[in-house]
């Protein structure tokens, strides 16, 4: 087995989903999917290939950096290739602490050999929606009409719109199916399947 990781990487919802790039095809029930979390009742685990676990208590930023870094690395230890959402330029509020953090995964991941690409989100979005500019309802909604998982339903019943660790998830496992087609040598962006998703949604 050859496995592959998509990183959605942040200070505050980290999701990873892990896949064995030989399956002949990317499904949600053969992903492995981990995420933080600081609330107590979502570090649990959903459904058989979910696990959530709860941040760790630090003292300074470098410490949080580290703690978050060390939870990733663990978890795709032994992946042959990596691929991180890039940063979303258009972003407000602690850029640099997002870049600090993000950097000290990157080295991390350097050091144990493993490469590491990037793909910018508006690539993300629009493999799963169509649309490049897709809301966190709009990409829900995609992986619920692709794989039938409500995980809002599932996780987080109580809330009306999408949050993390939800929205985390989902970014997490179209990070990971775009690199997933990428290796197999497929367009990222299927034009039929965003135009049979459409279809679908009209009807």
Not at 5 to 33: Q, R, W
Not at 155 to 176: G, N, R
């Amino acid at each position: 087995m050859t496995f592959i990781a998509g990183i959605d990487y942040s200070l505050c919802g980290p999701a990873i989903c892990v896949y064995d790039v030989n399956e002949p095809k990317f499904s949600f029930k053969k992903c492995s999917m981990f995420y933080l979390t600081g609330t107590k009742k979502l570090a649990t685990n959903f459904y058989t290939n979910v696990r959530g676990e709860i941040f760790e208590d630090y003292n300074h930023d470098c410490e949080r950096y580290e703690s978050i870094a060390d939870w990733a690395t663990d978890k795709v230890i032994g992946c042959s290739e990596i691929l991180l959402e890039g940063y979303a330029f258009a972003a407000k509020g602690k850029v640099f602490h997002i870049a600090e953090n993000t950097g000290v995964l990157k080295y991390k991941l350097y050091q144990r050999g493993i490469p590491v690409g990037t793909i910018p989100p508006t690539t993300v979005k629009k493999m799963a929606t169509g649309k490049g500019n897709a809301d966190k309802e709009m990409m829900h909604d995609s992986f619920m009409l692709e794989t039938g998982i409500d995980l809002r339903g599932v996780m987080t019943p109580s809330k009306k719109s999408i949050e993390s660790p939800v929205s985390d998830l989902v970014d997490a496992y179209y990070i990971c199916k775009s690199l997933y087609r990428t290796i197999k040598g497929e367009p990222i962006i299927n034009t039929n399947e965003v135009a049979d998703r459409d279809d679908a949604e009209e009807d």
